[in-house]
């Protein structure tokens, strides 16, 4: 991607979050220089990954396969005396955008429509053992009641509802063509993109990234090199 694309999304994202009543933490905000000058406070931003992540997952079309994500809370899978033992983000994506096909081991979690469109799922179940995607049903809790679709069956989620997402439940979601763009919550588990994220399609978790213009803000796999 480039950074005039990632830097033309964060701020499309500010204005939707900010038109809806929702205000991201403090350093959500701060240019690279304000991160340099905190350097010696952020090391728990840094080791759980907080603040933002834009990605077009290396497919180069990111007005197709794509989001931006802001994690607002989380912790360390292999040490809970860092950060807090759940995650919270925001997902915010525009209508044609969606995430690629993957699944968690480890993490449940809850995807809530907050704002704008309907959010459209998919569903499989992937083998435990080969972690391929199978062609069974799956049991899927909405808001608390339990639901049984068929694989690749279509899902819509609307405004304040959620879907409960379990291990070894493959999914793909994104807004629901003909309704609008979307700010999905999610709360789960810790979340560990390095190490709990199996993708069911050909793609990079994280962009490379072609600096056309100065950083905006840098994302959360950029503290290293930038802060």
Known sequence: MKRSEINAALAWTKDILARNNVRLPEFAYWSV???KANAGKIGVIRKVMLGWDITDFGMGDFARVGAV???VRN???DDPSVGV???EKYIVMKEGQRLPNHYHVFKTEDIINRA???LQVFLWNADRATGKQLDSDVHVFMDGIEHVV???EE???RKGS????TPYVAHVFGPKPGTGDLIVGEVSKVNDDNTDNFLLETVARFADIDEDEPVLHPLCNEYGALV
């Not at 959620?162 to 997402?165: A, D, G, H, P, R």
């Open 155 to 157: 899902i819509v989620v």
């Open 75 to 77: 912790g360390l899978l």
């Open 150 to 152: 068929k694989a690749g």
């Open 116 to 118: 704008g469109g309907d």
């Open 162 to 165: 959620s879907i409960s997402l």
């Open 69 to 71: 994500l802001y994690t």
């Open 85 to 87: 033992p759940y995650c």
């Open 33 to 35: 220089d304000d991160w």
